[in-house]
């Protein structure tokens, strides 16, 4: 029987990650996503939100909030492929993506997971929107 594409692909992507990232270092997001067409802009974090997880952002932006809640990005660490990739081969390099906002050397806890790669990911550097 042969493997679906993308379980496949996965496979591929997960073994190349791991020959290229070594295992125990955190994922540097800044220095990953610093160009492009729509760079993050960091500034001063609205006094009145206290929190930066997916539902906090929701209140002021829940269009956007919504397209997230349908995308992969949130489904990103509960994704079955992924999930099946995972299984065989449970490293750091795969968590640093699928679920930052875990702990560094952790597997991610339910929050974390819940998340996946969430607004405050690419939109909140050191405390700040």
């Known amino acids: 029987m042969r493997a679906p594409l993308p379980l496949m692909l996965t496979m591929a992507a997960v073994s190349l990650g791991a020959a290229l990232a070594h295992a125990g270092d955190p994922v540097d997001v800044g220095a990953m996503f610093h160009r492009g067409d729509r760079p993050v ?3 001063s974090a609205p006094r009145d939100v206290g929190a930066d997880d997916a539902a906090t952002c929701a209140r002021c932006h829940g269009e956007i909030a919504a397209e997230w809640r349908a995308s992969q990005h949130a489904s990103a660490w509960s994704d079955e492929v992924f999930q099946a990739a995972y299984a065989v081969e449970p490293m ?5 993506c699928h679920a930052p906002r875990a702990r560094v050397g952790r ?3 339910d929050f974390s997971q819940s998340e996946g790669v969430s607004c405050a990911v ?3 550097r050191a405390a700040a929107l």
Not at 92 to 96: H, T, V
């Open 41 to 43: 802009r960091v500034g």
């Open 92 to 96: 750091q390099f795969c968590r640093n």
């Open 107 to 109: 597997v991610p806890d």
């Open 122 to 124: 690419c939109h909140v």
